[in-house]
């Protein structure tokens, strides 16, 4: 039977583990001595579990201010002898990307390995880019696992086939391969992770490999094309490329896709009928052994099945040009480009390339589904209980009187840009707000612009757009939400927390001191739960040229985490029904989802469960009708008080 909650364990164990955790084993397996990240949804567990054993294993783990700088430090680990792995979400490869095309030339020396999570159908992401079209730009190597244990597996021959070439590899996860979980059989582990012995590499110089000068680049460009050449030798061995099936329906499919096709040929009892060629290496494509697959249907058609670009189906295209071989190739004119890969998708798709018809209606399963969603309430996302944005979205919103432009950014604060609150008219990019805003500043002039931007998002690529806006001059409010940890992502730590991945206390970089350092005319840092101090100190910072406020209190889920973890409680807020006029302020305007409204009673109510103590729906309520409820049955409606301000100064202190 598997077990939970480790990756750790007995070679040949069995244990239940995510895509992610699967992966982070493999690392651990390969023996690298060096792991480096930006947290970014898919990917952000792989790093999490391997931090929690790093100290164990002899792994050194950080968590990078961004992702540009995380494969930096891994580069340097790989040019050391030492064996390393990188991993992002797929958009944290555009921020590493001028490293990474570099690094594409010059090669590596220890194996290194790019996990970058792509996240088909956008479940937690601005876009939905294919990043094994970067690799096929870089030309780079790609695997492309379908399920937890093949990722455990090409994590392993990811680092062999790195050292073989010279070259980075990358391994694409999707998010239901990172975020799955399944019974993975674990290998062994080499003696100095067992021993946790931490390896220690040697920098040996080669201006020629390491200083990418133009005149060097022209000489590595045609090393570049001859190490992937080499690499696709390699492949057309790979375990993770096969053939299964001799029917005479061929069908080629990629990753993760080949578990959706095998639940969709049961389904429509065509298993005998089906040929199957199912690639794992995507980049570069095992040539001789695709071309073999297609002899076997010459003067017919075969279907390529992948998710999102069509990567492999063009390449097979190409191939059947080039050798002339007489083939129909069909995929993205049955496959959809776009969303991710189900088994529904492949039925639908089969049914009208092979001309039958299934006998599962999904008109009525959609029909069915749209009438139960019809009687269920909307439960839009919404930022938690006692979340510190929501009292800062309210001031700046309050502050502006109508006349403000937010941009906004990438984080769990995005939420800002929904109803009630509505604080973020522009999200494009991590660290774009103060980009954005510089330029709105500069063109146009009839509101003041407010630049919203997180703690962690502020480190990543917060400070170089500061720096912009302090050296040109932009009349606008930079806001940061100082929650003090990365939180969208799981909690990872960051510059602003004083503590590295493995949770070792290091330096406390104080965002307001940076940015007075940088610059910025006017800087003040207020209590994220208290209303009016924030409004003052926003009213102040639209009389200046570049401001910058920090609006600081620890993430709601984080301190209460930890106040359990003491024994500590939290007040709760209740509505006074004598004094509530069912105004709705407190949910049209702030919106905790603590608060609900009693239509029959006409008050708004709180539930004492979900409200976790920040007050916020006190301070906007405009007839003093919500109140704390003391412990010995008493009211505190004054929720200004010294004491509160003392509690709220408490749990800034907490980390």
């Not at 529904?344 to 029909?367: N, Q, W």
């Not at 990872?492 to 290091?506: F, I, K, R, V």
């Not at 330096?507 to 610059?519: N, Q």
Request: charged fraction near 25%; hydrophobic fraction near 40%.
């Amino acid at each position: 039977m598997a077990r939970i909650g480790t990756i750790l364990g007995e070679p040949g164990e069995r244990l239940l583990l995510m895509g992610n955790e699967a992966i982070a084993r493999g690392v651990l397996e390969a023996d690298a001595a060096v792991a480096s990240t930006y947290p970014g949804t898919p990917s952000s567990e792989i790093l999490m579990v391997l931090s929690e054993v790093a100290p164990k294993v002899g792994l050194y783990a950080e968590y990078s201010t961004n992702e540009k700088v995380a494969f930096e430090v891994a580069l340097a680990a790989s040019w050391n002898g030492l064996r390393s792995v990188v991993t992002m979400k797929h958009v944290g490869l555009n921020v590493a990307a001028d490293s990474f095309m570099s690094a594409a030339y010059q090669g590596t020396k220890g194996g290194m390995v790019v996990v970058t999570a792509d996240d088909p159908s956008m479940w937690s992401s601005q876009n939905e880019q294919d990043n094994r079209m970067y690799a096929m730009f870089a030309n780079v190597p790609v695997l492309d696992p379908m399920d937890p244990q093949e990722a455990l597996e090409m994590t392993k021959y990811a680092f062999q086939l790195s050292e073989e070439v010279g070259s980075l590899v990358m391994l694409r996860p999707t998010t239901r391969v990172s975020h799955t979980r399944a019974d993975v059989k674990i290998g062994d582990l080499p003696e100095n992770k067992k021993n946790a012995v931490r390896l220690w590499g040697h920098f040996e110089k080669n201006p020629e490999k390491y200083v990418v000068l133009p005149a060097r680049a022209r000489k590595m460009h045609p090393k570049v094309l001859e190490r992937i050449e080499k690499a696709r030798e390699i492949l057309e061995n790979a375990p993770f490329n096969w053939e299964e099936g001799s029917g005479e329906i061929g069908i080629i499919v990629s990753g993760i896709s080949y578990v959706y096709l095998k639940e969709a040929i049961h389904k429509l009892g065509i298993e005998d009928r089906v040929s199957i060629l199912k690639i794992g290496t995507p980049f570069p494509l095992p040539l001789k052994k695709v071309e073999n697959f297609l002899r076997k249907f010459e003067g017919g058609k075969v279907l390529v099945i992948e998710e999102l670009e069509p990567v492999v189906e063009n390449q097979v295209k190409v191939l059947v040009y080039d050798k002339g071989i007489n083939v129909e190739i069909h995929g993205k004119d049955y496959i959809p480009r776009i969303y991710e890969m189900t088994t529904r998708r492949i039925i639908e798709a089969l049914e009208k390339y092979l001309g039958m018809k299934h006998d599962v209606d999904f008109a009525a399963i959609d029909e069915h589904f749209k009438k139960v969603s019809e009687k269920l309430p909307p439960r839009p996302p919404t930022l938690c209980p006692a979340c510190p944005h929501r009292n800062t979205f309210y001031a700046i919103k309050k502050n502006a009187k109508g006349k403000g432009i937010y941009t906004g950014d990438i984080g769990c604060y995005s939420l800002g840009a929904l109803k009630p609150l509505e604080t973020m008219d522009t999200i494009v990019a991590m660290g774009a707000s103060i980009g954005l805003g510089t330029g709105m500043a500069h063109a146009q002039k009839d509101k003041r612009v407010y630049a919203i931007i997180g703690d962690s998002t502020f480190f990543h690529t917060g400070l170089s757009a500061l720096a912009n806006a302090v050296y040109n001059k932009a009349p606008m409010t930079i806001v940061v939400l100082d929650n003090r940890i990365t939180a969208m992502t799981g909690h990872q730590p960051d510059p602003s927390t004083g503590l590295t991945a493995t949770m070792e206390p290091t330096k406390f970089l104080d965002i307001a001191e940076i940015a007075k350092a940088m610059g910025a005319d006017y800087v003040a840092v207020a209590d994220s739960y208290d209303i009016p101090e924030l409004l003052k100190v926003l009213e102040e910072a639209d009389k200046h040229t570049v401001s910058v406020v920090v609006s600081r209190q620890p993430c709601s889920l984080l301190r209460t985490r930890i106040q359990r973890k003491k024994g500590e409680s939290w007040p709760i807020y209740q509505v006074d029904p004598e004094k509530c006029t069912g105004c709705k302020v407190c949910i049209n305007a702030h919106g905790c989802p603590a608060i609900s409204f009693d239509k029959e009673k006409n008050v708004a109510v709180i539930d004492e469960v979900m409200c976790w103590g920040c007050s916020g729906c006190a301070q906007v309520c405009p007839f003093d009708a919500i109140y704390e409820k003391l412990p010995d049955g008493g009211r505190k409606y004054d929720v200004l008080d010294e004491e509160n301000k003392r509690r709220w100064q408490q749990w800034n202190s907490m980390l």
